[in-house]
């Protein structure tokens, strides 16, 4: 008997390297200059060019981008920054790095993203900066949060780790706002491997960026040296630089695939939820467009209605790589963490995060799948879903 057909695996995301940047990878290597250098400088020119001229300092990852972001912003002991409970980690590590103290709000359950509503109670005297999180590259209300920002006085620093590409009323996120922090992890729309940016205000802040990022050292002349402030290692180097370079010629053809590859998922979610009896499913997938915002599809999330199932998201996730599918969970809510329940925090104190932090799974999306990948996912994720409905036959 024939051995039935194996499917290739598909994993929850894939970074595309072409040929022309393994190549140019290797020419750096041969050059000998292969740490911060004449790349680096390279790509942070384009990525200001790609920002509307803004200054652009790159980083080592994006982690430590929003750390400086938050030096260079003053922030630190006894300082609060309001953030969301639906994020990695890092963004509420780096407020704890420098002593100041996170403030979870709630998020809208439609976008998933922080719930700017819920801001202004939240403000207190010790309140210095906002940080929202632009959940699998979907934008806030840049109107709304820029307003609550000026009148209460506050730094805005934009977690936009996912949203390279995204655009705010026609206007890409980083050509304008106030601090903004984007990843360039390999997961991301545009993947140096590692590596990361900050779009900044004024040459000043550059500078103190640039300092930061390196031990706090300025240079004069050939031989003078001066460290005035506290930095850290953070640079990036010329190998991620000339990475960053390459996958910017591309990103216009990634952010086109990932959008192509989204607008399928709806369709086919609501023409296989009919088939399965399922349509009222489709209230946990993402929002597909907004007339203000436009997202750049970093993922395809949905959220499992739990409360109908008798499995957990882990057992579907089991099933579903059982079958050649590989998922993620982005993500649980921070506040659930040993480290952050030590300190007080109780995921009951925002609700709707700790329900989609339960619940939500993220599909594969990057621009090498195909049509029919997305077919072959939803068809997986509807089948096991259904098999597991409590009561079902």
């Avoid at 922030?75 to 420098?98: C, R």
């Avoid at 906002?130 to 000026?150: C, R, S, T």
């Avoid at 989204?262 to 088939?275: D, I, N, S, T």
């Amino acid at each position: 008997m024939a051995n039935p057909t194996v499917l290739p695996f598909i994993p929850f995301t894939r970074p595309s390297f072409d040929e022309a940047t393994i190549a140019a990878v290797g020419d750096v290597l041969r050059s000998g200059w292969v740490t911060s250098g004449p790349k680096l400088a390279e790509f942070e020119a384009a990525l200001s060019a790609y920002f509307g001229n803004r200054p652009v300092r790159c980083f080592a990852n994006g982690t430590a981008t929003m750390k400086i972001a938050l030096q260079v912003a003053g922030i630190g002991p006894g300082d609060e920054v309001i953030t969301t409970p639906i994020s990695w980690v890092a963004t509420s590590n780096v407020i704890l790095s420098v002593g100041a103290t996170p403030v979870f709000i709630d998020i809208d359950p439609v976008t998933r993203n922080l719930d700017l509503n819920k801001i202004a109670a939240a403000i207190t005297p010790k309140t210095r900066a906002i940080m929202p999180v632009y959940l699998a590259g979907l934008p806030v209300d840049m109107d709304q949060l820029y307003a609550i920002a000026k009148a209460h006085q506050l730094r805005v620093i934009e977690d936009a780790a996912q949203a390279f590409g995204s655009q705010w009323q026609g206007k890409r996120i980083g050509s304008i706002g106030d601090l903004v922090s984007f990843s360039f992890q390999a997961n991301k729309n545009l993947s140096t491997v590692e590596g990361g940016c900050l779009v900044l205000n004024t040459a000043d802040e550059a500078r103190l960026a640039e300092k930061l990022r390196l031990q706090g050292v300025t240079r004069d002349g050939m031989d003078g040296m001066d460290v005035d402030v506290l930095g850290g290692k953070d640079n990036l180097t010329d190998v991620n630089a000339v990475i960053g370079l390459h996958q910017l010629k591309h990103i216009a053809d990634f952010q086109e695939k990932r959008t192509a590859l989204a607008g399928h998922y709806f369709e086919v979610f609501r023409a296989k939820a009919a088939q399965h009896q399922l349509s009222e499913l489709l209230l946990g997938l993402p929002v597909a467009s907004y007339s203000d915002r436009t997202s750049n599809w970093h993922m395809f999330q949905v959220v499992l209605p739990l409360d109908r199932l008798n499995v957990n998201r882990a057992q579907i996730m089991t099933k579903l790589k059982e079958l050649g599918i590989g998922t993620g969970v982005h993500y649980p809510a921070i506040t659930g963490f040993s480290l952050y329940q030590a300190r007080g925090y109780r995921v009951e104190d925002t609700p709707i995060a700790a329900q989609i932090g339960q619940a939500i799974l993220t599909l594969p999306l990057f621009p090498g799948m195909s049509t029919g990948d997305v077919e072959r996912i939803v068809e997986a994720l509807l089948s096991a879903l259904k098999k597991h409905l409590k009561n079902s036959p």
